[in-house]
């Protein structure tokens, strides 16, 4: 690694910096008031500190000491630890006069001296900016103090700028000459949910091959990192087994089952929506909520949703299913040739072919003498059939689910036309898609904010976490 790169310690910005920043280096984060501007400076100054042993300084212009601490508390930074190992000082300072302005960053600069400081933040510069007439002496200001005599002391500054609501300029001149990285947060809303975005418009170490990211706030600041820098390979440890509960099911995923508030129910008909530009394996996405009913002796049966085939199925969740219940997973489908565990429809009449699936719900249920889990790919029956098939059998299904106590996930594609009437059917609508190339899913009904999709794995067990865009 590049001695003169030092990592952020940011939780996914390191890897998108190339491994960190420059040591000495001038970094301008700018954004609107409120969108973590502080928390993401803080985030870098504590992790410096903590983990990599580079003290710092956090100047303020606008808040106090108390008042920082405690603020940065909830986002779990201590900085009264690493203020009584002398990792850390806040220098509260209230708007100084322009004729002042140079005793006090000398003063400044004493306290980086004296306590061999790697890392400087100014928040906010728009508050210095003030104390200066002309634009000039601000600039000559920046490049005497900031870009000469720390750059030379090897300490990396941090200035933030903030940016009046309904403003398009995010600075005074100086990210375009003298800033080495310029970095721009903002809190959008995005169909009726929060965003947060990081945008990076200036980074000379390197070409901008992609300027835009999610972050979030939830357990201080983290960027959410692109699918492309995930891997699309099943992982070979299984999934941990979430125990279903008298009156409500689990879907395999713990942080979900969290965010619906114990939705899954017997009798209950969802509906799981993947956006069409979702690149990413759908049996992936499937397969904790469908292994989780195996592994607890429920039978599964599965229509495969458009770009699935029966086998694939098969072949990769009795990978993560115990052997003794491979029998409770039963595929049927359109093509292929029939084995076992797999059961082929005619394809000539979806009522005669739902009749067939019915069927085999029905002995599942009476084997197991447990409700039965169905994953209906309804984009496959109104390919096959056509919307007003699709339309007919929907009252019959639902019916069906409801009165035998199953459960039931249609998954679907945006465009088939049956989308509105299983979204109004629906007692759980979740929604998976793609934001700035970062794989998310979201709950239409209930609400949920943003989750982001991530994979975890432990000595034992693979499981998905869900991070929350907050």
């Known amino acids: 690694m590049n001695p003169k790169i ?10 998108i910096f190339g491994g960190g920043f420059r040591k000495g280096s ?24 903590l983990d990599l042993n580079e003290p710092g300084v956090y100047v303020s212009f606008a808040e106090s000491r108390e008042s920082f601490i405690e603020n940065m508390r909830n986002f779990g930074y201590d900085f009264e630890r690493l203020e009584a190992e002398r990792k850390f000082q806040f220098l509260d300072l209230f708007t100084v006069k322009g004729e002042g302005i140079s005793d006090v960053f000398n003063w400044i600069l004493d306290r980086i001296y004296s306590l061999k400081a790697k890392r400087l933040v100014i ?7 003030q104390a200066f007439k002309r634009p000039i002496d601000m600039r000559s200001f920046i490049h005497t103090i900031l870009s000469k005599v720390l750059r030379k002391a090897e300490c990396t500054t941090l200035l933030i700028l903030e940016v009046p609501y309904g403003e398009e300029k995010i600075g005074y001149g100086i990210e375009e000459f003298l800033a080495d990285v310029v970095i721009l947060l903002q809190r959008k809303e995005y169909d009726g949910v929060i965003v947060r975005e990081l945008s990076i418009l200036k980074n000379r170490w390197s070409e901008i091959t992609r300027p835009k990211y999610v972050f979030t706030l939830k357990n201080g600041f983290q960027v959410l990192m692109p699918l492309s820098t995930m891997s699309k390979r099943h992982p070979i440890a299984k999934y941990a087994v979430i125990p279903h509960r008298k009156d409500y099911f689990s879907t395999g995923v713990k942080d979900l089952d969290d965010y619906l508030g114990r939705r899954i129910r017997g009798g209950g008909y969802n509906l799981l929506e993947i956006e069409s530009d979702v690149a990413f394996p759908i049996e992936r996405l499937i397969c904790p909520f469908a292994c989780n009913f195996l592994n607890q002796g429920h039978g599964v049966v599965i229509l495969p949703p458009q770009g699935m085939s ?9 990978l993560f299913v115990d052997r003794k219940f491979h029998e409770n997973l039963v595929i ?14 005619e394809g000539r009449s979806l009522e005669e072919d739902m009749k067939k699936i019915w069927s085999v719900i029905s002995e599942l249920r009476e084997k197991t003498g447990k409700s039965v889990l169905s994953i209906m790919g309804f984009d496959t029956m109104e390919y096959n059939y056509g919307e007003r098939e699709a339309l007919k059998i929907l009252g019959e299904d639902v019916a069906l689910i409801r009165n035998n106590r199953d459960i ?31 794989l998310f899913i979201r709950g239409i009904k209930p609400k949920t904010p943003l989750l982001n999709i991530g994979f975890e794995m432990d000595e034992r067990h693979f499981k998905i976490k869900l991070t929350p865009v907050i």
């Open 123 to 129: 928040d906010s510069f728009s508050a210095v900016a």
């Open 408 to 438: 039931r996930l249609n998954v679907i594609r945006p465009l088939i036309h049956v989308a509105d009437e299983l979204a109004a059917l629906s007692d759980v609508y979740l929604r998976i898609e793609m934001l700035h190339d970062t």
């Open 310 to 318: 029966a086998r694939t199925i098969r072949e990769t969740f009795t």
């Open 26 to 49: 001038l970094i301008v984060v700018a954004g609107n008031p409120g969108v973590g501007k502080t928390v993401f400076s803080a985030s870098w100054l504590y992790h410096g500190a």
């Open 6 to 15: 030092v990592p952020l310690g940011i939780k996914g910005l390191d890897q």
């Open 332 to 345: 049927t489908d359109y093509k292929g040739r029939e084995e076992s565990g797999i059961i082929l429809l």
